[in-house]
């Protein structure tokens, strides 16, 4: 389905959502009522949504450890997601996982993943089972550009066009490796040319450009979808923030992220996309906005409501301690 | 009961799983030429080709997919031709599949079998002679299977790849073509339960896996020596059924306890401690450890034979027992 006015909003809201969320996220971090670290997607959010606009709701989604935008594309309920944040009983891991593991079973949001390239094996994994079930589900992949330096990326991508499966895997590629610059440390500069070692097709695209990532997904999940096996998706994007909480962001300057965020912020590039098509009016993107606002306070007044996890729930979700076996 | 080897239980309980259970297929590598390096996966191919699946040589990405299946509603059978490779997968089988339910609140099942065959056979050194099971002990969220029998591969083997929770199956390479009775009914054999191989009076062995049959030559070997022990097989580590364990020493008031892998840190460390903050009072003497020394497994024979228990070592740690 090509961009259209209505589709357009949609997406330029959930963009938002997740801009608005995460800078809600780190005030309540200064607050101290979310604990741990916070690894931001502000500066990424066209990948998530350009992507997740094109997938069903049967479709499965794997994530990094930077991924609240995945999930909040994907469609996990936002109220359970702050919740989980805060460490309570409500949120989408019941407070076991926490940001970097934050997941959605309901939304076949298979989890974000604390290891870098620790979802691609499973996610061409989840597209193994759509072959074996003879089902059409796709299956999405996010990593980062340092996952490309990791083994399962090779194997991962090795057995998904080996088989022909039907995942599609896209590389936030944001330049740095945490505090690494990537060019420090890579030897070939788009991740999309290490498709041709696997024989699958590799497109880099603007990932600040949400017209490009969505024209770009649109073909890969088409594609797997028919079960014309893999593509490897770059796109070329920027987090405004550091790595994580307290990174001292010695290793960029000043200009460079001021640069990015005053003249690449996707949703300022999207919103002047919209409003050039007169898909979007000053008045509209004002409502749009404080109908987010209005989200996130209600997510954040559900994740104080809720209570915080009792110490026998240590114990539990180790394993399924229902189950017993039967001849 | 008819007899048959344990490698052919093994067949056995995939074939009639695999029939029982669309969800059930076998990924690994060289799993349908040959039927694996041990024949377990033969005949798969030509029953349901469509369920098996040869690969690479790329154990990370073998239990990496069968991580993401088993999270999709799929129950893979994961082969790693020797468990020295599985170390390759580290990361697949400790954060991905062993944490998934936890870290996700309970959310994610994640019903993968990772078969893993084990121990010295075949002189064939250090990097295809190794066990690990406390390696996968250690770690929460993973069940470890141990059987020593046709009767209890074929059984924990069905339960494995029904339980909806991964686990870590260990297949003694030696035991592979040992037989014994096995039932051609459909039965199953419930993790945490241990079994009393042999009956006795004088003291417990327990014995893990590859130790089963050397504890009961000792066992033989000992009666002429007056002493008339007692065999226990966990069968299972993890869940472990140290209730089983610490009865029969509550009984014998003697423990021994063999395992194949060096002793340092091993499985057969975390059953003495067990006893000891459990059966202390009722110990008559100091727990005994059978085990390997702290080496990697040697190459020649000579070496191996220092290296490996034998029953020779189970009968001596009896007599220190009984001293």
């Known amino acids: ?251 960029r300057s000043r200009e460079e992220v001021e640069e990015w965020r005053e003249n690449r912020d996707p949703i300022k590039l999207f919103s002047a996309w919209m409003k050039e098509r007169q898909w979007l009016g000053d008045e509209e993107d004002e409502a749009i906005q404080a109908e987010v606002k209005a989200e996130i306070a209600g997510s954040v007044a559900y994740a104080e409501e809720s209570p915080p996890p009792s110490p026998e729930d240590v114990m539990t979700d180790v394993l399924d301690t229902e189950w017993r076996v039967s001849a | 009961m008819r007899t048959i080897a344990l490698r052919d239980a093994l067949r056995e309980a995939l074939h009639e799983e695999m029939a029982r259970d669309d969800s059930v297929f076998v990924i690994g590598e060289d799993v349908i030429a040959h039927g694996g390096p041990y024949t377990v996966t033969q005949g798969i191919a030509d029953k349901w080709p469509d369920r098996i699946f040869e690969t690479p040589i790329a154990e990370a990405g073998i239990v990496g997919l069968g991580v993401g299946a088993a999270l999709a509603g799929m129950r893979p059978v994961v082969e790693i031709m ?29 019903p993968i079998v990772i078969r893993l065959p084990c121990g010295p056979a075949r002189l064939v050194a250090a990097q295809h002679s190794q066990i690990m099971e406390s390696w996968f002990m250690h770690v929460p969220g993973l069940q470890v299977a141990a059987p020593s029998t046709p009767y209890d591969a074929k059984g924990l083997m069905k339960t494995a790849i029904r339980s909806p929770d991964p686990v870590a199956f260990f297949e003694y390479k030696a035991l592979y073509v040992s037989e014994g009775g096995v039932p051609k009914e459909d039965y199953v054999i419930p993790f945490g339960k241990a079994d009393i191989k042999r009956e006795g009076e004088d003291a417990t062995v327990v014995a893990i896996g590859g130790m089963v049959p050397r504890a009961l030559e000792a066992g033989i070997a000992l009666e002429d020596e007056g002493y008339d022990i007692e065999v226990v097989d966990p069968r299972t580590l993890a869940p472990l059924d140290m209730d089983t364990i610490c009865d029969s020493v509550r009984r014998t008031g003697r423990a021994v306890v063999c395992e194949m892998d060096s002793s340092f840190a091993g499985s057969g460390a975390e059953i003495a401690a067990a006893l000891a903050e459990r059966c202390f009072h009722d110990l008559r003497a100091p727990i005994v450890r059978v085990g390997s020394p702290h080496v990697p497994m040697p190459f020649a024979e000579e070496l191996v034979n220092v290296t490996v228990p034998d029953a020779g070592a189970v009968c001596g740690a009896v007599r220190k027992v009984m001293a």
């Open chain 1, 1 to 251: 389905m090509s961009l259209n006015a209505e589709l357009s909003r949609r997406i330029y809201t959930d963009m938002w959502r997740i801009r608005l969320f995460e800078e809600e996220a780190l005030r309540q971090t200064s607050l101290g009522s979310v604990k741990g670290t916070l690894h931001t997607y502000c500066g990424e959010e066209a990948v998530a949504v350009a992507v997740c606009a094109h997938l069903r709701d049967d479709d499965y989604v794997l994530g990094t450890h930077r991924s609240h935008g995945h999930c909040l594309a994907k469609g996990a309920p936002m109220d359970r997601m702050m919740a989980e944040l805060f460490g309570r009983t409500t949120g989408s891991c019941r407070a076991k996982g926490g940001s970097m593991h934050i997941a959605d079973f309901s939304r076949n949001i298979l989890g974000a993943n604390g290891i870098v390239a620790g979802g691609i094996g499973p996610g061409t994994g989840t597209a193994l089972a759509s072959r074996i079930r003879k089902s059409d589900q796709v299956s999405v992949v996010f990593f980062g550009d340092g996952a490309a330096a990791r083994g399962p990326f090779h194997e991962g991508l090795l057995f998904g066009s080996l088989w022909k499966l039907p995942v599609v895997y896209v590389c936030e590629n944001n330049g740095y490796q945490q505090w690494v610059p990537r060019r420090n440390v890579a030897v070939v500069d788009s991740v999309a040319d290490m498709a041709a070692s696997y024989a699958i097709p590799g497109v880099s695209v603007d990932g600040q450009d949400l017209e490009a990532v969505y024209g770009a997904a649109g073909e890969a999940v088409a594609r797997a979808r028919r079960g014309e096996g893999p593509t490897l998706i770059e796109a070329r994007t920027y987090r405004f923030h550091g790595h994580s909480l307290g990174d001292m962001e010695e290793y």
């Open chain 2, 82 to 110: 020797y468990v020295d490779f599985i170390t390759c997968a580290m990361d697949e089988v400790v954060n991905q599949a062993a944490k998934m339910r936890y870290m996700t609140g309970g959310q994610a099942s994640v």
